[in-house]
C-alpha cells in the first residue's frame, strides 16, 4: 500500500517537473523571438541596436504614424486612461525631464520616456521587450494610470464621439485596446532628445563640446562603456545582473540617477567599471555625460 503512494508520488512530481520545463523552454523561446523581432525592426530603420564599438548618430525622428502620434499625445494627458489613480502619464513621466519625474513609484524609479522607442527592453529589470507591453502595463497597473482593463479604458474613448472619429481616421477602426495602446507607442516615436550638445558635435558643430567633454568622450569609448550603453540610444538594449543598462542618451536632461539614490553623476561613476580614474578624468567623464 505504502509502496503503491510512494510510486504515484513520485509519477505525480515526475509529470509535474516535464510540464514545467515545457512551459520554461517555451517562455524562453517566445521572449527570445520577441527581442528578435524587435532588433529586426531597429535594423529596418538603420539603426543598429546591439554590437557597436563606435558612437551611432541620433536620428531627429523615427518614421511614425503622425495622426496615431497626435492621439498618442492627448491620452498622455487623458484622465480616461487613469481613471482610479487620476495620473495621467503625464503627472509621471515629466517631458522636459527626459521623461521622469526622478521620483519613485510603488518601489521603482520612473523610467524616462525621452528615447525609450529606441529600446528594446523595458521596465527597470528589463523584463519587456516590446514598449507596448509597457504602455498596457502602465494603463492597466493600479501603481501606475491604473484606468481599469485596455478594454475598459478604450470603451470610454470609444463612448467619445470626437475621439473615435480621429482614431478612424488614423486607423480605419474605432478605439480599441491594441490601437490606443499603439497610439500611445506612435507618440513615443516623436520623443527623440536630437538637439543636445553631443548630438551637435555629431552633426559637425564646431565648439558643441568643450575640451573637457571631448575628454570624457574619449574615456566613454578607451573604459569600454559603448560595451554595455550601446546603439543609438548609448543603452536601453541589454539587461546586465538583473538590470536594464540605462539609455544614456537623454542623460544631462534628467536629474535623478540609478534607482533615484544618486542625484550626482560622479557618484553614479563609482558604480560603473570604469576602473581608476583621476580627479581630473572623473570631471571630463561627468561633464560628458552632462552633454548627452
Ligand atoms: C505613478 C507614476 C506613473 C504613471 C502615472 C505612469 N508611469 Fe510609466 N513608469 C513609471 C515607473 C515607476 C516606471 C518604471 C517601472 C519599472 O521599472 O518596473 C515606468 C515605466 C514606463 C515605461 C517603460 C520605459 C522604459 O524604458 O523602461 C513606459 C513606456 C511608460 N512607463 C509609459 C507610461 C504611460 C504611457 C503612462 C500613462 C498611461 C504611464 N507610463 C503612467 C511611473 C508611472
Ligand atoms: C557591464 C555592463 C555595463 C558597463 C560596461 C557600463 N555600464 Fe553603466 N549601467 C549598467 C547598468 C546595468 C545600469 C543600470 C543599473 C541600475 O539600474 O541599477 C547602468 C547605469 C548607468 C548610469 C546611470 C543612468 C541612469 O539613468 O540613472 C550611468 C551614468 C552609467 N551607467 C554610466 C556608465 C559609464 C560612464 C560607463 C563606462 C565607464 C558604464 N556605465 C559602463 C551597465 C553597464
Avoid at 472619429?165 to 480599441?176: D, I, N, T, V
Avoid at 575640451?211 to 562603456?225: D, I, N, P, T
Wanted: include cysteine; charged fraction near 20%.
Amino acid at each position: 500500500m505504502k509502496g503503491r503512494m510512494l510510486r504515484y508520488a513520485l509519477t505525480a512530481l515526475v509529470a509535474a517537473l516535464a510540464v514545467w520545463g515545457v512551459v520554461a523552454v517555451h517562455n524562453w523561446n517566445a521572449r527570445r523571438a520577441k527581442v528578435a523581432e524587435r532588433r529586426a525592426e531597429l535594423v529596418r530603420l538603420g539603426l543598429p541596436g546591439d554590437g557597436t564599438s563606435d558612437f551611432v548618430p541620433l536620428p531627429a525622428i523615427l518614421p511614425h504614424n503622425a495622426a496615431a502620434a497626435r492621439i498618442g499625445a492627448d491620452l498622455f494627458t487623458d484622465k480616461r486612461l487613469a481613471r482610479a489613480s487620476r495620473r495621467t502619464c503625464a503627472s509621471c513621466h515629466w517631458l522636459n525631464m527626459g521623461g521622469t519625474d526622478g521620483k519613485m513609484h510603488a518601489g521603482r524609479l520612473t523610467r524616462p520616456l525621452v528615447n525609450a522607442a529606441l529600446a528594446t527592453r523595458f521596465l527597470g529589470d528589463g523584463s519587456l521587450t516590446n514598449i507596448v507591453d509597457a504602455v498596457a502595463l502602465m494603463i492597466e497597473n493600479g501603481d501606475f494610470a491604473g484606468g481599469g482593463t485596455l478594454g475598459e479604458v478604450a470603451a470610454r474613448l470609444a463612448a467619445d464621439e470626437a475621439m473615435a472619429a480621429r482614431f478612424k481616421l488614423a486607423y480605419s477602426e474605432p478605439p480599441c485596446a491594441s490601437n490606443m495602446v499603439d497610439a500611445i507607442a506612435q507618440f513615443s516615436r516623436t520623443l527623440l532628445s536630437a538637439g543636445r550638445p553631443f548630438d551637435r558635435h555629431q552633426g559637425g558643430e564646431p565648439g558643441a563640446l568643450g575640451a573637457q567633454e571631448l575628454v570624457g568622450m574619449e574615456l566613454f569609448k578607451s573604459r569600454r562603456c559603448l560595451k554595455c550603453h550601446d546603439g543609438p540610444g548609448l543603452g536601453g538594449t541589454k539587461v546586465h545582473e538583473g538590470r536594464k543598462v540605462s539609455a544614456l542618451r537623454g542623460l544631462g536632461m534628467r536629474k535623478v540617477y540609478l534607482s533615484g539614490k544618486y542625484s550626482d553623476l560622479g557618484a553614479v561613476l563609482m558604480n560603473m567599471p570604469a576602473g581608476e580614474l583621476e580627479e581630473a578624468e572623473r570631471a571630463a567623464f561627468v561633464a560628458f555625460l552632462r552633454s548627452l
